[in-house]
Each structure stands twice: as C-alpha cells, then as structure tokens.
C-alpha cells in the first residue's frame, strides 16, 4: 500500500489543531466585540472594558472542567480523606492560635464560630496556600463564549471588570480557579460584591491580601446564608436496623423528637436532643455509610458551594478544630482514599520504581494516575488508576 495517503492524513491531522485554535480564537474576538456593550450596560467603562481584555486569549482548557468538579465525581471517601486530613487539622489549629484575636471579633459582630470559619478557609485554599493560578479574566471570558452557562459567566465576567475598575484588587494579582472563584476563601466575583466586607480598615475589600477581610467576609456571607450561632450544623448518627429512610434528604427536616421516636440515636449510642431544630436525615454514600443528621447551619455551608460532599469536608473539619473524633462509621468500600501525606508516599513510591511523574505533592495527575496503572497491572490489581489504600499497600509491599 502506498504511503502518500497516510502521510496526507498525518498532515492534515497536524493543521488540524492550529485551524481549531485560529477559529476558537476568531470566535472569541467576535464574541468580545458582542460583549463590550453588554458590559457597559452593566457599569463597565469601556476603558476598562478595552484594557483588560486587549491581550485576551481563550483557555479552552476551562471547558473542559465545566463537568468534572472533584464534589460531584469523586467517591465521597476520597474526597474527605485529603480535605480532612490529620495535616489539615494540625494547621487549622494553627490558624485558630495566630489568627485568635481577629476570629474572635469576627465571631462577635457576625455569630460566626472561629472553627466554621477557619474550616471554610483550610477546605478553599488550604489556609492560603492554593488560591489556584489561573488568571480569573481569562477563564471568565472563554466560559462567557464557549461551552454551557455562559450567561452565568458573564455576570462573573463583567462583576470582575469592576472589582478592578473600583481598585480593590490589582489585575495581576487576580487568579484563581478554572471558574472565577479566587482569595483565601475562594469568592466567585459576585459574591465579592455583594457580601465582601473592608475588616481590616484600610478602605479595600481585599481577599487576596488581606486574611482578616478574608476570615471576616467568609463569616458574612455565613451570616446572610442563615447561619445560627446558637446551633450546631449536626452530627453523626446511628440508625436502628430496618428504618425505613425513604424520607431521608437534607432538604426533609423532622423534629428531633420524630427523628428520636424512630430509634435514630447518637453515633456513640447516646440519645438525640430531646429538643432540638428540625434536622434532615442525609445518607451521602446510603444506608451502609455514615449517617447524619443536619440543621440549617449545614444548608449554610451548602450554599457556599453546592455540594453535600464539600458541606461535610467543612463541617467535619470544624468539629475536629473543636477536638472531635473521626466519624464513627466507615465508609462503604473495601478500598479507603488516602490522606495528602499518603498521596505523597505512594508518588515518592512510584518515583522509586523508576516513574517520572515530577516532585510527590500530593496531587493526583494524569501522570501519577498513568504511572499507577502501570504498577496496579504489574501487581495483579486493576489497572484503573485510582489512588486508594490497596494501590498504596500494594506499593509499600513491592518495596519491602
């Protein structure tokens, strides 16, 4: 067989790529040209308007994650085993001492308790370390014209025109993540309008460098969500073998006698409240993994990210920052998450046996996941990737 065919369709699989980016980028001037009036409309002067989007390119990567976000996709053991980790807890203890004075009044003036607020804050950024690097002006004008919601992500796009069309941030320090959040406790841009307050006095409502406008702004928006400093957002529960939890949701909340008179009791056996705010049975991984009963200070939580997985990270981390325990009850899956220390031991692991994946920092990438496969088909497991207990034992055994 010839070869000419095959080298026509290397070359033309080649222009393939550049032709797809010329015409994204195309679209994207277009949809650009479209948006300044818009923009105006929404109080965006079109001199800002012109100079923070005249080197504007699309990041077609955001596209991709539009439907991928860890809360919905990953097994809930995996999730909270890296966001609530012993590391997590150590340092948001740490937080609690050296922060205590600004938490303190923070707490006075919005009822919000330092453990919630210093929770939200270690979940978001880990305690300012990860505010994500993605400059937040690219990824809101590709989402503004490209893919799904693009109207919710204009409103993002042209409220961050005025946040630094109003000074309170410089552009070059406005990243974040793939989708506009950014700052110590991770605010979508309108969210900053609204509800983003100047603690610390210096006339800037400054998330980014600014920790007690951050702490201060994150117990707000608590505040206005609903939050009571005279409630708990819940606790672990056990149920009596049979119940029927057909009612069970966040969103169905009973009296805590009702929930007491069907044999529902404490997850160390003792009984409910015998008064209490209505409480929602929520049963994240079913009736075999743990099982919860929560207030509406958890629909609060909720609403700072809608996701009952990312609602448990944040309330259980507070409740260890208080010195709770782990909950009681195990996940259902004989195949446990790892904690970010274990992350990195299986990549330093993988590293050993010969991988290049870069420096062990706990994240799990395309590389590391390849990697894993690789040893998982060597070790006789499935090779699917996935960083759990059993890859990681597998791993330390094949050392020994």
Known sequence: MSSRPLLLAAALAALSLPLSAAADEAAFASCLAKLRGEAAAKG?????????????????????????QPEFVTPIWDYLAALVDEERVADG??????????LAE????????AET??????????YGRNFGSRPLLTSLSTLSCFGRRQAF???????????????HVAPERLTGSWAGAFGHTQFMPSTFMRLAVDFDGDGRRDLIDSVPDALASTANFLARAGWRSDLRWGFEVRLPRGMDTADAGRRNKQPMAEWAA???????????????????????????????LVTRNFDA???YNAAESYGLAIAHLSDRLRGGAPFATAWPTDDPGLSRAERRELQRLLIARGHD????????????????????????????????????????????
Do not use: C
Not at 50 to 62: E, F, I, K, R, S
Not at 263 to 281: M, Y
């Open 153 to 167: 992500f204009r409103g993002e796009f042209f409220t961050t025109l005025k946040i630094l069309q109003e000074g």
């Open 106 to 113: 923070v707490e006075r003036r919005y009822g919000v308790d």
């Open 44 to 68: 965006v002067h079109g001199e800002t308007f012109d100079t923070h989007t005249a080197a504007l390119a699309p990041d077609m990567a955001v596209i991709g994650f539009l439907d991928a």
């Open 301 to 303: 939580l909720y609403s």
């Open 117 to 126: 607020v210093v929770a939200v804050w270690g979940v978001e950024s880990n």
């Open 262 to 292: 069907r044999g529902v009791r404490r997850a160390d056996g003792s009984a409910l409240p015998a008064a209490g705010a209505p409480a929602g049975l929520m049963l994240p991984a079913g009736r075999e993994g743990p099982a919860f």
């Open 93 to 102: 203890r740490a937080m609690l001492t050296q922060w205590n004075e600004v």
């Open 357 to 400: 994946i870069g420096e062990p920092d706990g994240m799990i990438g395309a590389r590391t996941r390849e990697a894993l496969q690789r040893e998982q088909a060597a070790l006789g497991l499935p090779a699917d990737g996935r960083a759990g207990q059993r890859a990681l034992q597998a791993l330390r055994a094949a050392a020994r």
